[in-house]
T-cell receptor, first 115, second 114 residues
Framework: AQSVTQLDSQVPVFEEAPVELRCNYS??????LFWYVQYPNQGLQLLLK??????LVKGINGFEAEFNKSQTSFHLRKPSVHISDTAEYFC?????????????FGQGTTLQVKP | ETGVTQSPTHLIKTRGQQVTLRCSSQ?????VSWYQQALGQGPQFIFQ???????GRGNFPPRFSGLQFPNYSSELNVNALELDDSALYLC?????????????FGSGTRLTVV
């Protein structure tokens, strides 16, 4: 079975500082990895995904993530955050690239950007 | 191109009652998944529908059931509501076989059971 662990429940950071949100996964088979963002009272928006190829993935809003198979990690980074990045961030895995089957989510990390 | 629409946005039900939540898929999508997100938790997979049939189910009891219609819209039904069913219910649509396209989520229905 697959599982996802987001290592930090809350990450406070000052505006324009860099940030890293950590995600580790466990799986006995190949996985496909995703990061979603959830703003208050809204659904989930896809930030980026890793399916294959280059291990460095670039997404929307200046975010990027690096897939590390040996460490089973998929950490999300942004070099300079804005107040508007304050939100809940979820890492997720799937064993299917074809958009069927379930996504398994981590518990979420609250990013709090302070002025 | 419209996104995923869920209705209602909020509702309050009494323990023991039944509830139906609705989801309209994004145009061109033929697969619908439902997730339950309890407060402070990540979403949990309930089930998925493809071509009007259940195509995978998470660890939820049979009182959680669903339907998918020929236009790919979907319903989630929950019978005999319990207090722990209080959560945000998210619908996600996708296009089966469109590798890498991803899921589009709706804004959810906030269910409160009292």
């Amino acid at each position: 079975a697959q599982s996802v662990t987001q290592l930090d429940s809350q990450v406070p950071v000052f505006e324009e500082a860099p940030v890293e949100l950590r995600c580790n996964y466990s799986s006995s088979v190949s996985v496909y990895l995703f990061w979603y963002v959830q703003y208050p009272n809204q659904g989930l928006q896809l930030l980026l995904k890793y399916l294959s190829g280059s291990t460095l993935v670039k997404g929307i809003n200046g975010f990027e993530a690096e897939f590390n198979k040996s460490q089973t990690s998929f950490h999300l980074r942004k070099p300079s955050v804005h107040i508007s990045d304050t939100a809940e961030y979820f890492c997720a895995v799937s064993v299917s690239p074809g958009n069927t089957g379930k996504l398994i989510f981590g518990q979420g990390t609250t990013l709090q950007v302070k002025p | 191109e419209t996104g995923v629409t869920q209705s209602p946005t909020h509702l309050i039900k009494t323990r023991g009652q039944q509830v139906t939540l609705r989801c309209s898929s994004q145009s061109g999508h033929n697969t619908v998944s439902w997730y339950q997100q309890a407060l402070g938790q990540g979403p949990q997979f309930i089930f998925q529908y493809y071509r009007e049939e259940e195509n995978g189910r998470g660890n939820f009891p049979p009182r959680f059931s669903g339907l998918q219609f020929p236009n790919y819209s979907s319903e989630l039904n929950v019978n005999a509501l319990e207090l722990d069913d209080s959560a945000l219910y998210l619908c996600a649509s996708s296009s089966a076989g469109a590798v890498g396209y991803g899921y589009t989520f709706g804004s959810g229905t906030r269910l409160t059971v009292v």
